[in-house]
């Protein structure tokens, strides 16, 4: 759009039209599904206007697009430039510093703004510029730097070393010191962000590196937690015993649905699986005898750390009492923690195995021809069933995880949209990168929970603000946007397992996917 | 036989809807060939619009039944087009030529974002409407049971016809159409000949809503209740429909549509009510596996 030619009044009317057309859409768009709201009359529904707000939201849309248009895309000068250099490294000039300052002074003072007022929303735009911009700054001096480091490396040892002992050493400085740090919150957030960093990286062995593109991944993951609820509540089976027959079973179920649909070209195979993901929720909600239908199985024993109980109540011994340590509900969250860092990184390490061996290069070998792999003679039917059973398996280890965590399973924990977000974790994150599937998981669940405490928003939108029934429309709204933005998801380089001479890092966009 | 009958004519009046809905997704696929996963999340904002352009109308005193309908149409199709529209342009065309999963998952981004839209701007509750169209005929008796052909079956049914009728001159006999059939044989081709590619997807997407609008109108006016989830499960049916009739062919939607309404409601009527879904969904899975071209489509050849 940067055309130089034109003069400056024809850029500025050109701006304008374009705008006022963006405006013009948006009323067509929102004049009747937002302006007017339908509520139950008492005589049926009925109608009430809300004219501000679709004024509010047309001004939005006008002049977000006005300011776009003149400051970035019919600019010589966009103002994203310096962001852009930040994380490619070209030499800045005075305006771009001077940019860049003024970013930094206005996240100063946006933060500042929140803790004076104590709005939580304008410290979080604070905190979210000033760190965009200074650790952009610190990986640009350190590259300048120390150009020969091995960063990506230095980022997951330190991921790992964190997670080791970020429960152990909080809880031993709680004790000590008396904080009043929220760590069963803490606790129980890291627990979920860690589960579905394990659902991400097991679908990513399906998605990723086989390039089947499956929206029932959550199937498996309630084949796992059913497995796991009724062999427990109905034979009295421990943790232990139950988490590799649901493994077992979820693989089997992989192997059973897949069978038939191997065939199928990538979209195709991607509906019939969401098909088959509903069939089994369907399932499982009217096969009340066996599964308890919409009320789920109760009940669920809590994990024992290998048969010693964590309650102040149980007969015999206890985790607390084996030990000789006072009782501390959180004992059982910090089991549960590692339980779950644990099997991630099994997942992680058998995926990172699985790359090197003649099968996981097949995996990989059919992502990107499926045609090509044919003609070497291998057998793309086995290659895709086993990518998807071993996928499965890990599905259904997390679902028995889920269960003996949650103490309780319903068909409701097994919605499409809960495979729709492990499919983003594993796209955004980058398909087929194991790092970035782990800081989307971070990235998004992390990112959803820290929506549900900006009440500050409820100070400008009104009281009746729900901020969690935005979280999924900003969901689908991310979904769509760093898809369109990054198609290649925000980790997208990566090296090839296996290289002749030197691997060099290549970009993702020369890795062609999702043929399957 | 008089219960065979009645849900025969259930099912037509169903099938009729979702034919309408597999057009948009069979068009879709045919010029771009890919999965239009939030066609049925248009469907359900159509069924709103109606909804509410409906009651707007009631409002300000349009009480004749027919001219509110025939307006509710016109503002639902228009409306809905727009949608349509603006989905392709922010969430698709960026990514044309991009690997080809990459639309489909904007694809369930956008159904997302539609159906938790409607749901925060109007409510998560049901929504009711009072029957608009009323009455029927008893077409004969055997034993207690009565078979009922109701006159809002008769407008689903006569609508859809006019419709499709009206959408197949427009496909077979304009300019339009001719310029949607090339770029679905080979878009460079067609680009290089003078066709403008980009307008043409757009139009394609702009009908498909405008399609699902008038399903979405038929569905509210049959069932008198929507929500901000019918969405999902009818569009899935109607993508079910599309395959079934062959994806591609516009003809072979209709066909499907009917066939998936005819089995639907089969199966309800026979079998349990419960597993309705199964059952369209279990048909989806064998018709992909077991005729993966569906009745009327052609053959895919698959080149290196």
Same mark, same amino acid.
């Given at each position: 759009?940067?055309?130089?030619?034109?003069?400056?009044?024809?850029?500025?009317?050109?701006?304008?039209?374009?705008?006022?057309? !963006?405006? #013009? #859409?948006?009323?067509?768009?929102?004049?009747?599904?937002?302006?007017?709201?339908?509520?139950?009359? &008492?005589?049926?529904?009925?109608?009430?206007?809300?004219?501000?707000?679709?004024?509010?939201?047309?001004? #939005?849309?006008?002049?977000?697009?006005?300011?776009?248009?003149?400051?970035?895309?019919?600019?010589?000068?966009?103002?994203?430039?310096?962001?852009?250099?930040?994380?490619?490294?070209?030499?800045?000039?005075?305006?771009?510093?001077?940019?860049?300052?003024?970013?930094?002074?206005?996240?100063?003072? %946006?933060?500042?703004?929140?803790?004076?007022?104590?709005?939580?929303?304008?410290?979080?735009?604070?905190?979210?510029?000033?760190?965009?911009?200074?650790?952009?700054? @610190?990986?640009?001096?350190?590259?300048?730097?120390?150009?020969?480091?091995?960063?990506?490396?230095?980022?997951?040892?330190?991921?790992?070393?964190?997670?080791?002992?970020?429960?152990?050493?909080?809880?031993?400085?709680?004790?000590?010191?008396?904080?009043?740090?929220?760590?069963?919150? %803490?606790?129980?957030?890291? #627990?979920?962000?860690?589960?579905?960093?394990?659902?991400?990286?097991?679908?990513?062995?399906?998605?990723?590196?086989?390039?089947?593109?499956?929206?029932?991944?959550?199937?498996?993951?309630? /084949?796992?937690?059913?497995?796991?609820?009724?062999?427990?509540?109905?034979?009295?089976?421990?943790?232990?015993?139950?988490?590799?027959? &649901?493994?077992?079973?979820? &693989?089997?179920?992989?192997?059973?649905?897949?069978?038939?649909?191997?065939?199928?070209?990538?979209?195709?195979?991607?509906?019939?699986?969401?098909?088959?993901?509903?069939?089994?929720?369907?399932?499982?909600?009217?096969?009340?005898?066996?599964?308890?239908?919409?009320?789920?199985?109760?009940?669920?024993?809590?994990?024992?750390?290998?048969?010693?109980?964590?309650?102040?109540?149980?007969?015999?011994?206890?985790?607390?009492?084996?030990?000789?340590?006072?009782?501390?509900?959180?004992?059982?969250?910090?089991?549960?923690?590692?339980?779950?860092?644990?099997?991630?990184?099994?997942?992680?390490? /058998?995926?990172?195995?699985?790359?090197?061996?003649?099968?996981?290069?097949?995996?990989? !070998?059919?992502?990107?021809?499926?045609?090509?792999?044919?003609?070497?003679?291998?057998?793309?039917?086995?290659?895709?069933?086993?990518?998807?059973?071993?996928?499965?398996?890990?599905?259904?280890?997390?679902?028995?995880?889920? !269960?003996?965590?949650?103490?309780?399973?319903?068909?409701?924990?097994?919605?499409?949209?809960?495979?729709?977000?492990?499919?983003?974790?594993?796209?955004?994150?980058?398909?087929?990168?194991?790092?970035?599937?782990?800081?989307?998981?971070?990235?998004?669940?992390?990112?959803?929970?820290?929506?549900?405490?900006?009440?500050?928003?409820?100070?400008?939108?009104?009281?009746?603000?729900?901020? !969690?029934?935005?979280?999924?429309?900003?969901?689908?709204?991310?979904?769509?946007?760093?898809?369109? %933005?990054?198609?290649?998801?925000?980790?997208?380089?990566?090296?090839?397992?296996?290289?002749?001479?030197?691997?060099?890092?290549?970009?993702?966009? @020369?890795?062609?996917?999702?043929?399957? | 036989?008089?219960?065979?009958?009645?849900?025969?004519?259930?099912?037509?009046?169903?099938?009729?809807?979702?034919?309408?809905?597999?057009?948009?997704?069979?068009?879709?696929?045919?010029? *771009?060939?890919?999965?239009?996963?939030?066609?049925?999340?248009?469907?359900?904002?159509? +069924?709103?619009?109606?909804?509410?352009?409906?009651?707007?109308?009631?409002?300000?005193?349009?009480?004749?039944?027919?001219?509110?309908?025939?307006?509710?149409?016109?503002?639902?199709?228009?409306?809905? +087009?727009?949608?349509?529209?603006?989905?392709?342009?922010?969430?698709?065309?960026?990514?044309?030529?991009?690997?080809?999963?990459?639309?489909?998952?904007?694809?369930?981004?956008?159904?997302?974002?539609?159906?938790?839209?409607?749901?925060?701007? $109007?409510?998560?509750?049901?929504?009711?409407?009072?029957?608009?169209?009323?009455?029927?005929?008893?077409?004969?008796? $055997?034993?207690?049971?009565?078979?009922?052909?109701?006159?809002?079956?008769?407008? *689903?049914?006569?609508?859809?016809?006019?419709?499709?009728?009206?959408?197949?001159?427009?496909?077979?006999?304009?300019?339009?159409?001719?310029?949607?059939?090339?770029?679905?044989?080979?878009?460079?081709?067609?680009?290089?000949?003078?066709? =403008?590619?980009?307008?043409?997807?757009?139009?394609?997407?702009?009908?498909?809503?405008?399609?699902?609008?008038?399903?979405?109108?038929?569905?509210?006016?049959?069932?008198?209740? *929507?929500?901000?989830?019918?969405?999902?499960?009818?569009?899935?049916?109607?993508?079910?429909?599309?395959?079934?009739?062959?994806?591609?062919? *516009?003809?072979?939607?209709?066909?499907?549509?009917?066939?998936?309404?005819?089995?639907?409601?089969?199966?309800?009527?026979?079998?349990?009510?419960?597993?309705? =879904?199964?059952?369209?969904?279990?048909?989806?899975?064998?018709?992909?596996?077991?005729?993966?071209?569906?009745?009327?489509?052609?053959?895919?050849?698959?080149?290196?």
């Amino acid at each position: 759009m940067a055309d130089t030619g034109k003069t400056r009044d024809q850029k500025l009317v050109s701006a304008l039209t374009d705008s006022l057309l !963006a405006a #013009i #859409i948006a009323f067509a768009l929102f004049s009747l599904v937002l302006g007017l709201r339908t509520v139950d009359g &008492a005589t049926g529904l009925t109608l009430e206007p809300r004219p501000g707000l679709l004024l509010t939201v047309v001004a #939005i849309v006008f002049f977000g697009r006005l300011a776009l248009n003149l400051f970035v895309w019919q600019t010589q000068y966009p103002l994203t430039t310096p962001f852009a250099k930040l994380f490619n490294i070209e030499p800045f000039d005075r305006r771009d510093l001077v940019t860049l300052g003024a970013a930094l002074v206005f996240g100063a003072v %946006w933060f500042a703004t929140g803790l004076v007022l104590g709005e939580a929303v304008y410290e979080l735009l604070g905190i979210v510029v000033l760190l965009f911009v200074g650790l952009g700054l @610190l990986r640009r001096w350190l590259v300048q730097r120390f150009p020969n480091l091995p960063y990506t490396q230095i980022f997951i040892a330190g991921g790992i070393i964190f997670a080791l002992f970020f429960p152990i050493v909080t809880y031993a400085l709680e004790s000590v010191f008396r904080f009043g740090m929220p760590l069963r919150y %803490w606790f129980d957030l890291s #627990i979920l962000i860690l589960t579905y960093v394990m659902l991400g990286w097991g679908l990513n062995i399906v998605v990723g590196l086989a390039g089947l593109l499956d929206l029932g991944y959550v199937a498996f993951y309630a /084949v796992g937690a059913y497995t796991f609820a009724l062999l427990a509540t109905q034979f009295g089976l421990g943790f232990w015993v139950c988490l590799p027959i &649901a493994g077992a079973a979820a &693989a089997l179920w992989g192997i059973i649905l897949g069978f038939p649909v191997l065939r199928l070209r990538g979209d195709y195979l991607a509906i019939v699986t969401l098909a088959f993901g509903e069939i089994i929720r369907i399932v499982l909600l009217n096969w009340t005898e066996v599964t308890g239908g919409p009320n789920g199985v109760a009940g669920i024993p809590k994990p024992t750390f290998f048969g010693l109980p964590f309650s102040p109540f149980a007969e015999g011994m206890t985790f607390s009492k084996f030990f000789g340590i006072p009782y501390d509900g959180l004992h059982a969250l910090i089991f549960l923690y590692y339980l779950i860092l644990i099997l991630a990184l099994v997942t992680n390490a /058998v995926t990172l195995r699985l790359r090197r061996l003649p099968v996981g290069r097949a995996w990989e !070998a059919m992502r990107e021809d499926q045609i090509a792999c044919r003609s070497l003679g291998i057998n793309t039917t086995l290659t895709k069933l086993s990518a998807f059973a071993t996928g499965a398996m890990f599905g259904g280890l997390a679902g028995a995880f889920f !269960a003996t965590r949650q103490g309780f399973v319903s068909p409701e924990s097994f919605t499409f949209i809960e495979s729709a977000i492990i499919l983003a974790i594993v796209v955004l994150g980058g398909m087929g990168s194991q790092l970035g599937v782990a800081i989307a998981a971070v990235v998004m669940v992390g990112g959803f929970e820290a929506l549900r405490h900006t009440a500050g928003l409820q100070a400008i939108f009104g009281e009746e603000f729900d901020p !969690a029934l935005y979280r999924m429309l900003l969901f689908g709204i991310a979904m769509v946007g760093i898809m369109v %933005w990054r198609p290649r998801g925000l980790v997208s380089a990566r090296a090839p397992t296996i290289s002749l001479g030197d691997a060099d890092r290549i970009s993702g966009d @020369l890795v062609r996917q999702g043929r399957g | 036989m008089a219960y065979f009958l009645q849900q025969l004519i259930n099912g037509v009046t169903l099938g009729s809807i979702y034919g309408l809905i597999a057009i948009g997704y069979t068009m879709v696929y045919g010029i *771009i060939g890919m999965i239009n996963f939030a066609h049925g999340d248009i469907f359900m904002v159509g +069924a709103f619009i109606a909804l509410i352009a409906f009651l707007a109308l009631t409002a300000i005193g349009v009480t004749a039944i027919p001219l509110a309908l025939l307006l509710v149409l016109i503002i639902a199709i228009g409306l809905t +087009a727009v949608w349509g529209w603006t989905v392709e342009r922010v969430a698709y065309r960026p990514l044309r030529e991009s690997f080809r999963l990459a639309p489909l998952i904007t694809a369930i981004g956008m159904s997302i974002v539609l159906q938790n839209f409607i749901q925060i701007a $109007q409510g998560a509750r049901v929504k009711p409407l009072q029957p608009v169209v009323t009455g029927g005929y008893e077409l004969f008796q $055997q034993g207690s049971f009565t078979v009922i052909v109701s006159n809002i079956q008769i407008l *689903i049914v006569v609508t859809t016809v006019l419709v499709m009728t009206g959408f197949w001159l427009l496909i077979s006999r304009t300019a339009l159409g001719r310029s949607q059939r090339a770029c679905e044989q080979d878009r460079l081709m067609a680009a290089l000949s003078g066709v =403008d590619v980009d307008r043409t997807i757009s139009l394609t997407f702009v009908l498909g809503a405008g399609l699902a609008a008038v399903a979405g109108l038929l569905y509210l006016l049959y069932y008198g209740v *929507i929500d901000f989830f019918i969405g999902f499960v009818v569009g899935i049916k109607a993508f079910t429909a599309a395959v079934f009739g062959g994806i591609g062919s *516009i003809p072979g939607a209709m066909l499907g549509g009917l066939i998936i309404g005819l089995i639907e409601t089969f199966w309800s009527a026979y079998f349990s009510i419960e597993y309705k =879904d199964v059952a369209a969904f279990s048909m989806l899975a064998i018709v992909l596996i077991f005729f993966p071209t569906g009745l009327l489509g052609r053959p895919e050849v698959e080149k290196v």
